[in-house]
Each structure stands twice: as structure tokens, then as C-alpha cells.
């Protein structure tokens, strides 16, 4: 396995990704720590190994992209995933270890989270939980472009070296079905049972998330290589979601299945402890059980395999998401939840990697002409 990026390939990466121009003189690596409730584990410090890594590479190579400064800022972590950031942040020169959050006032230069923003035009930002829902409504107000990366481990270090021209071409095939769909049926097969889920994509437009990052206010996942829309969630007066259906997800050898009626979940049926932590959470927190994305990730057809973390894993192939979506144009967002630091966006994959089990038998769209079209079938594309 590749376990590090070339000084050349590091350079080609970011000319794909960002198409830097005349203007861009300032980048910025962003990236989490551990706190009291967040312990640090060796992934997270792998993380960190990595962000200092490609800062000197960064340095090194900064008269060649015609940038100014390269940094690095860390922050106390939101201790979920696309919650929102802390309002400061702290520059600092090197990544110590161990580091966590009590020490970085007495290592960092404490800087404004929107100080921060507002002067840097290209962020990588590989963190423990994911900053891309915070992100892409802080681009509503400053002019940065953003590759997010929560859970970046070196295992995705081939990801990188991918062609993302032609992985945006693909992406594109795709969402300009999911644009003119009307509605998604996915059935799905489980322990000898079937399911269907249908997804009312009504009233939305899909999202490419293919790794050009090109545009001013934007932050994007890299690795990247998926559409993604979020189901209509019936904001609209006398017009009810009509996503209804019933998806089954593995938690390790328990079976739950997720029972939905106008875009929430209304019960998780299922036995064995993720069950019960899941009904628990739902209890909470009835915003988690909001249908927040139908995203068709692509990347397994470029000889990419799973790695364990959601940030590469769900552009493999097709996976629904729950919790939050104002990112992404839907309605639920931090205020649908009942407590801040519950926030999320969980996204459940179904690639044989990842849940065996469980098959993807068919997903079809239905358009507004009355035309249907199979885009999937025994978890592989057909289209």
C-alpha cells in the first residue's frame, strides 16, 4: 500500500483539485485534536503525522505554486460529525505530541475560526469528525475553497492518485439522471427478505462531488467521486414527503431495519445493543431519523477498495444518510436537534465490502415523462 504522497504528486493533486490561479497566495492545513470527552487513538495521531507531513512538502514547493504562506491551524474538535467548529483556532508551527485541546493555547497563536476563512483561499482540512456541513454554509460568507477529509488515514493515499477528470465525468453521468428524476426505488435483499425504500426526490437538484474544487465558497470531500440529493423532506404547505419504505442496515451481526414514513424513520426494529443504542438515539434525537441524502458514489469502478471510514468508503457505491441536510439543500439542520453536540450525518454503504450481507438487488428512477430507468442492479452499476 502507498503509504505517502510524491512532492510531484502532491503537486499535481492540488493543481486538479483547486486549479490555483494568480490570486491564491494563501493555504492553510486544518485539522482537529483530542479533548477530555474525544481520547486520542492512533489514527488521529497517523492523521496529524500526515498534516505536518504535507505542510513542509507544501512549504517546499510553495514558489512553485506561487503561494505566499502555508499553515497549519488546529481546534478543539466538535466531538460529532458536521457539527459546528469552534470559533477559534490556533496557528502553530509544527504538530506536537501528544497534543489536545487544554495545551493549544500555551502552543498556538489563538486566531478567529472566520479570521481564518476570510484570508486563506485553499484549505485541506483532515479531521477526526467530519467539517464539511459547517464548511459549506461558512463558503456562503467567505471565498475559500475547501477539501474535507474527516477520518483521512494513509490507507486512502491511492485515492489521491486518482485521474479526477475523469472521475468528474462519470459523477456527471449520474447526476444529470438524479436531476431529472422524479423518484428512486431501491429494493434491497437481507437473511432471505426483501425491502424497498422509495426516495421522493421532488423539488431538488443532485450534487457532484467529484473532486474539483474549483469555485469560490465551496468545500467538498476528497477523496472524492460520488452524486449525491437530498429526498424532498415535505417543507412545503399540503405537499407531504412522499419517501416511505423500509432500509435495512447492518450493525456488525445485528439486523435493524429502519421503518420510514415521510422522510423520518418512525422505529428502528431489531435486537442486540446497536439496536437499543440506535431506538435510544432516534428517542433523543428524531432529527437523526430525517432521510438526509441518497448519494451514488463511483469510485469502485476505479479499483478502489474500502478502508473503514465513512470518508471514502461512501464513494464506492450507493448509501443513504440520516440527520442533517441544510448542507446540502434540505431543511434539517444543528436547530433540529435537541442538544448541539448531537448533531450528525450518518451515512449507511452498501457495498459487499461493507455490509455483505446485504445486497442492493435493484435501483431504478422514475421520471417525469413516466420513463423509468435501472441504474443499478445486484449492487453494480448498469449505466
Keep these: 500500500m502507498k503509504k505517502k504522497l510524491t512532492d510531484d504528486e502532491l503537486f499535481t493533486l492540488i493543481n486538479s483539485v483547486f486549479d490555483p490561479q494568480e ?70 508551527n509544527t504538530v506536537e505530541e501528544p497534543v489536545k485541546a487544554s495545551i493549544l493555547p500555551s502552543v498556538g497563536k489563538e486566531v478567529s475560526r472566520d479570521t481564518v476563512l476570510g484570508q486563506y483561499q485553499i484549505l485541506l482540512v483532515p479531521t477526526e469528525y467530519s467539517a464539511t456541513a459547517p464548511l459549506k454554509m461558512l463558503g456562503k460568507q467567505f471565498p475559500f475553497r475547501a ?23 462519470r459523477v456527471m453521468t449520474l447526476k444529470n439522471r438524479l436531476d431529472r428524476a422524479e423518484n428512486a426505488i431501491v429494493q434491497f435483499s437481507a ?10 426526490l421532488r423539488h431538488r437538484k443532485a450534487h457532484a462531488s467529484s473532486g474539483l474544487i474549483r469555485d469560490k465558497g465551496t468545500a467538498g470531500n476528497l477523496p472524492s467521486g460520488e452524486t449525491y440529493i437530498v429526498p424532498y423532506e415535505g417543507e412545503n404547505i399540503g405537499d407531504a414527503s412522499r419517501t416511505s419504505g423500509t432500509l435495512p442496515v447492518r450493525f456488525g451481526k445485528d439486523l435493524l431495519l429502519f421503518h420510514i414514513h415521510n422522510n423520518r424513520t ?8 446497536s439496536a437499543t443504542e440506535q431506538q435510544q438515539f432516534l428517542k433523543e434525537e428524531p432529527a437523526y431519523g430525517n432521510v438526509a441524502e441518497l448519494g451514488l458514489g463511483i469510485l469502485d469502478t476505479f479499483g478502489i477498495d474500502a478502508v ?27 436547530g433540529s436537534f435537541n442538544n448541539p453536540k448531537n448533531v450528525i450525518h450518518m451515512d449507511y454503504v452498501y457495498v459487499p465490502s461493507l455490509q455483505p450481507d446485504i445486497k442492493v438487488t435493484s435501483a431504478r428512477l422514475q421520471y417525469e415523462s413516466g420513463e423509468e430507468e435501472i441504474i443499478m442492479e445486484n449492487s453494480k452499476y448498469i449505466v
Excluded at 437473511?191 to 421522493?200: P, Q
Excluded at 418512525?266 to 445493543?273: C, H, P, R
Design 191 to 200: 437473511d432471505g427478505n426483501t425491502y424497498e425504500l422509495f426516495l421522493d
Design 308 to 334: 473503514g471510514s465513512v470518508l471514502l468508503d461512501e464513494k464506492l457505491g450507493l448509501h443513504v444518510a440520516f440527520g442533517r441536510s441544510e448542507h446540502f439543500g434540505g431543511i434539517t439542520g444543528p
Design 23 to 92: 490570486g491564491d497566495k494563501h493555504v492553510a492545513i486544518v485539522t482537529d485534536v483530542p479533548n477530555e470527552r474525544r481520547a486520542d487513538h492512533d489514527k488521529w495521531q497517523e492523521r496529524r503525522s500526515i498534516v505536518y507531513e504535507w505542510y513542509q512538502q507544501l512549504s517546499n514547493l510553495r514558489s512553485k505554486f506561487g503561494f505566499d504562506t502555508v499553515d497549519i491551524y488546529l481546534y478543539e474538535n466538535a466531538e460529532s460529525n458536521n457539527a459546528d467548529l469552534p470559533d477559534i483556532f490556533y496557528k502553530i
Design 147 to 169: 477539501a474535507t477529509m474527516p477520518g483521512f488515514s494513509r490507507a486512502m493515499i491511492p485515492a489521491l492518485g486518482l485521474d479526477y477528470q475523469k472521475v468528474h465525468e
Design 266 to 273: 418512525y422505529e428502528i426494529e431489531g435486537s442486540g445493543k
